[in-house]
């Protein structure tokens, strides 16, 4: 057996071959950040009054306006909505939201609570951590994988179905049994040719450590990885439950939650701005304010001889502003019904990028239940169900109330309960997360939900680029059309991230600087 046939068998018994490759030291790890400005001179002084009109005051035309400002540039900002941040959008006591469908909601969350109805995490090497700490923005940590918290999968086989599960229960007992079959897999002489005895015994010896494996028969028997039925005190060292059985495990379909704590975009060391996700966007905005104008709706973006023009409505007048560039930052199904001078293989991209719908409800309770009986401080709960997720809050623990999220939900399944109102919406997340938690319905206090495809101009959440396409149609998204730009996290290999909007900002500010510093 060659490491490549073991790791492809590592990786077929449960998505061990992550783990067995640091095993064997051939793990490595991607970094990067993005279109670097530092030291790019200021076009001021040599040509000054450059002026680019930016469409959209979210995170990428902020951003994009925060760094030509600092380089020289005089920059407008076009918002259609009354407020900036785009999908950074964080709900509190008092907010008011109307969608396309008519339905308006006002959160009646009590004071100091809150629920991040876009963007509620970002990992510590995106390059949003390094905005934070240049505008000022505390952040803290956002408790992204919690063993704590449960998995409950319906509509599967065998003993384990509908019943809900510890995370650390389902998954060292998991790893402990595919240790097993992966020691005993390599402890046969007809690994030997290939598979050094070097290599044998550190995979051995990290099996026996990673699935806790009885050292001399190489088999897994339970682990206090799993935790208790009764916990370790004064007067006794603990009682373990038995452990599952593999085949119960395999049957419950857990495994399909695994993987999520290991993807670079979701590990466990997660941040969030203190106070809400709006907090970088209102930091952001603080330093472009003066020349962001809200209530100007984008009606034409047009190419001119030398440079750019923006036909937009104010109230109800039509206006019209002309600049010697332009970025547009509008989601995309809003730029495919306003008219524009993109090139048509933009035009072909913009038509085909998949801008999805997500869905997500705030629910506050009475009594932070999770914390008090079940003893989950943070972290994600997993479910086959259409709700997907339930989020608990990561700040303001020991509280008397708190707010948490009770679906996360995207495709199909955000689309349906989209269509339902405000209150079917609250009853759609409650009958199903209480099969998790079933003290959901007597601690319920008030809700609030958002629908992206119903916000109005932005009607969407992310997008993810196809990788099919990114060789072909991608590159017409980031390459400047004369001197109309595109910017977003959907024009990023990061969409649906905030780091998408603040490196695709930087990488279009870089174009603009080099175009202009060549004339």
Known sequence: MTRRDFLEKAGRYGGASFTTMTALGLLSRATGRGAELQGLPSVAAGKPGTKVVILGAGIAGMAAAYELGKLGFTCTVLEASQRPGGRSLTIRKGDTLTDTLGHTQTCAFDDGHYFNAGPARFPQWQVTMDYCRELGVAVEPFINVNENGLYYNEGVAGPLAGKRLRQREAKADARGHIAELLAKAVNTDKLDQKFTAEDKERVLEFLRREGDLNADTLAYEGSSRRGFKKWPSVTSTGEMDPALDLLALLQANFSVHFHRNNEFEYQSALFQPVGGMDMLAKALFAKVKLVVRFGCAAQEIRKTPTGARVVYTEGAETKELIAD?????????????????????????????????????????????????????????????????????????????????????????????????????????????????????????????????????????????????????????????????????????????????????????KNIHAKVAAL
């Open 325 to 509: 560039h332009c970025i547009c930052t509008l989601p995309p199904p809003i730029l495919r019904t306003t008219a524009h001078d993109f090139g048509p293989m933009v035009k072909n991209t913009l038509n085909i990028i998949p801008f999805q719908n997500s869905a997500r409800i705030g629910l506050q309770f009475k009594r932070r239940f999770w914390e008090d009986d079940d003893r989950i401080f943070g972290g994600i709960s997993w479910t086959n169900q259409p709700i997907n997720e339930i989020y608990y809050p990561s700040h303001g623990f020991f509280q008397p109330k708190g707010v948490l999220i009770g679906y996360y939900m995207f495709g199909p399944p955000s689309d349906e309960v989209t269509q339902l109102t405000p209150a079917d919406r609250i009853e759609y997340a409650m009958k199903q997360g209480e099969k998790l938690h079933p003290q959901y319905r007597a601690e319920f206090d008030n809700a609030f939900s958002v629908n992206w495809s119903t916000v109005p101009h932005i009607k969407g959440c992310l997008s993810h680029f196809p990788e099919k396409l990114t060789k072909t149609l991608y590159p017409f998204l980031i390459k400047p059309d004369g001197n109309l730009h595109l910017a977003g996290d959907w024009a990023s290999h990061l969409g649906g991230w905030q780091a998408g909007a603040f490196e695709s900002a930087r990488h279009v500010v």
